[in-house]
């Protein structure tokens, strides 16, 4: 299976400076963290410093120069790339396309009570186009880039756009299927809720989800564990129950 780390691989085969191949990547994780947590800001945060990269490495993909990632001048390289021929299809969407994207990213970050002092917040809506935006650019990365095979470089675009919960479907009025059999209700709960994470859920919905009369008593032993915060408006996880359902149920998936 076509993994994060043999996509930067090959990137640095072709030349790409591996700071900001490692970079770029990483902030991609973080853009799709956040907007998993829902935390709007930092997502739209995040996504202008994957577009600084993304700039980046376009030009070190293009000239081999080196663009210093710690002192990115976006709207500087932004015209500079826009200056590059395009003497074909591949090219006009490297050097026009994708460019003119980031800085679509840039202008809500920049516009937007994120980076400056400004009367206007961002909002779920701004948290989506950009983390769809950054998905958007990496799969032309990989299509434009990824060489190795085509099947693989399918199978990675198909990964950037997958739901982070492989385990979990969600069907009409929130109604949910836990997709691994056998899987205890301790599990069950706490993937639920990582779910729809950072929403509270109340016992009686989660009683319908699950259709067990343990689910109380589950309840009080995940809270015993740290692994939830409950009051009168319902559960929410703790930074150990996100520790939990990333490290012990979703990486065992991957």
């Known amino acids: 299976m076509v993994t994060y780390e ?7 085969s072709m030349g790409i ?13 973080i853009v799709k963290q956040e907007h998993l947590l829902g935390d709007d800001e930092k997502v739209v945060l995040h996504a202008a410093k994957f577009s600084d990269l993304v700039l980046a490495l376009i030009k070190n993909k293009e000239t081999g120069l080196l ?16 200056r590059y021929p395009k003497p074909t299809a591949e090219k006009t969407i490297l050097t026009l396309a994708i460019p003119r994207v980031a ?6 970050r920049n516009k937007k009570n994120v980076a400056h002092i400004k009367t ?7 948290s989506y186009y950009c983390l769809s935006s950054c ?16 099947t693989e470089a399918k199978e990675l675009i198909d990964s950037f756009v997958r739901k982070k919960i492989p385990l979990v479907e969600e069907f009409e009025e929130q109604s949910i299927v836990i997709l691994k059999k056998d899987m205890a209700l301790f599990d069950k709960i706490l993937l639920i809720m990582y779910h729809f994470y950072p929403k509270r ?25 740290k692994l939830i915060h409950r009051n009168e408006k319902g559960n929410k996880l703790t930074q150990l129950g996100i ?3 990333e490290n012990k149920l979703i990486k065992q998936t991957e």
Request: charged residues 25%; aromatic residues 10%.
């Open 243 to 245: 520790e939990y359902v």
């Open 201 to 225: 859920l109340s016992n009686a919905f989660l009683n319908r989800q699950l259709n067990s009369t343990n689910v109380y008593g589950t309840l009080q032993r995940i809270d015993d564990e």
């Open 135 to 150: 998905d958007w650019i990496l799969s032309e990365l990989t299509m434009l880039l990824y060489t190795s095979d085509p």
């Open 17 to 29: 400076d591996k700071s900001i191949v490692d970079k770029l990547l990483e902030e991609y994780g």
């Open 67 to 82: 663009v210093d990632i710690n002192d990115v001048h976006f709207n500087d390289l932004y015209e500079e790339l826009l």
């Open 6 to 12: 043999k996509f930067a691989s090959e990137l640095i």
């Open 103 to 108: 800085v679509s990213i840039q202008t809500l």
């Open 120 to 126: 206007i917040d961002p909002c779920v809506l701004d």
